[in-house]
């Protein structure tokens, strides 16, 4: 096995770790949400023979299906294929991928006495499989490997909830009703959230992505007292790692100065937040991702063109910038629409040097202190 700091020194100097870290580089590095899977017919064609878990299950076949896109697409870098809810299912919870719902949780998590069933990860033991599969792609990959798990919020929705919500009532009866369950229940989430990812890193990892996806549903007060502190903690924890740390989540534009302060290096914008408006919220020294609407992909392809350019110029060319999309690819997308993103990116997309790059839309009206060039 090849020495993982080893590794992580190979892609030190990748454009993606580059801009995470705000040094100078000279492509605006590019990767997308949700890239493995789903849009592609390879991915397609794997899942045919074999479930969702067998695949997770299976490193040589996750391996494979984190590879697929790297090539079609030539991003500047890799998502592990797994999921948020692999570390708790490895635990005993009965959760399952629903095809086209998501996680399915059953019994779900709602009182005091179901904590007995969470207990510590011990990621060799319990998901060998994930860690095997992140070592094959370390020596495989060209480009760094995102590791990634979810926040605790986010995995604490789905085992309240027993399923995807969109009032989140179960999760935010619990939060407000017994508080001292909620913080137990996010303080063992938040354990669990970090053995995982230390144990990525330790295996080849070169940064690591935490997924507050529905983070959105809360307002800014109760996003800082039942949930920030231990986000926070999952950041604090990872900090001696030494990899760049990028926290995400849908709806989140009035938590975007919250989710940097949690201790990201990178905070993702999602696509209803004008990018440059975004970033006026996230504090200077703090890195941006984001944030071309996904469904555009949807449409024709002079439209993506415009937009995409529209985030290059709100990006104003900052060294710490990293494309992405809004949320994730859906999976109606046609793949050759994001190759070509891919391909304007690297093609058009400009990177000033640190001290060159415009200062922050300090009045935050996202109207003119980012320089624009047409
Ligand atoms: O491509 C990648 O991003 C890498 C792999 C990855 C998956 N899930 C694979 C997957 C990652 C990073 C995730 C994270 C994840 N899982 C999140 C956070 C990211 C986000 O999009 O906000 C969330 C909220 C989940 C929970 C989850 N798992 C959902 C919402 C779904 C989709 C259900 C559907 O079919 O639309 C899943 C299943 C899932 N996870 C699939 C994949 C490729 C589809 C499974 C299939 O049918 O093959």
């Not at 878990?53 to 890799?78: F, I, K, M, N, W």
């Not at 294929?81 to 019994?107: E, Y």
């Not at 990812?197 to 690591?208: I, N």
Request: proline content about 8%; glycine content about 8%.
């Amino acid at each position: 096995m090849i020495d993982p700091a080893a590794l992580r020194a190979r892609h030190a100097d990748s454009p993606f770790i580059r801009a995470c870290r705000g040094e100078p580089h000279d492509i605006v590095p590019v990767w997308f949400m949700r890239q493995a899977g789903r849009a592609l017919p390879e991915y397609r064609s794997i899942r045919e023979g074999h479930t969702f878990e067998e695949v997770v299950h299976t490193p040589e076949l996750a391996a494979e299906v984190t590879l697929q896109p790297v090539r079609r697409y030539g991003t500047d870098a890799a998502i592990l294929f797994s999921d948020i809810v692999t570390p708790v299912a490895s635990l005993g919870i009965d959760v399952r991928i629903k095809p086209g719902v998501g996680p399915v949780v059953d019994p779900p998590i709602r009182h005091r006495e179901d904590l007995a069933r969470l207990r510590h990860l011990e990621p060799e033991l319990d998901v060998p499989y994930v860690l095997d599969t992140v070592s094959i792609l370390a020596e495989e990959l060209d480009v760094p490997l995102i590791g990634f798990a979810g926040a605790p919020f986010t995995v604490a929705s789905y085992l309240v909830e027993g399923g995807p919500s969109k009032s989140y009532s179960h999760t935010k009866a619990l939060m407000y009703a017994d508080e001292l369950t909620w913080h137990r229940l996010l303080d063992q989430l938040a354990s669990i959230t970090i053995a995982s990812l230390k144990a990525q890193v330790e295996r080849g990892a070169s940064a690591v992505q935490l997924f507050d996806s529905w983070a959105g549903a809360l307002n800014p007060l109760d996003y800082e007292r039942h949930v920030l502190p231990h986000s926070q903690r999952v950041f604090e924890e990872l900090a001696d790692l030494g990899v760049p740390r990028i926290h995400f989540g849908v709806a989140t534009g009035e938590l975007l100065g919250l989710m940097a302060a949690a201790g990201a290096d990178v905070v993702g914008i999602d696509w209803r937040v004008p990018l440059d408006v975004g970033r006026a919220r996230i504090p200077e020294g703090v890195g941006f991702q984001g944030n071309l609407e996904p469904a555009l992909a949807l449409g024709p392809f002079d439209q993506v063109a415009e937009r995409t350019r529209d985030v290059l110029r709100r990006a104003g060319g900052a060294p710490d910038h990293i494309f992405n999309l809004g949320h994730g690819v859906l999976p109606e997308t046609d793949p050759s629409v994001l190759e070509r993103v891919v391909d304007l990116v690297h093609t058009e997309g400009e990177v000033r040097a640190p001290a060159d790059a415009p200062t922050r839309d300090v009045d935050g009206r996202g109207d003119g202190d980012v320089e624009v060039s047409a």
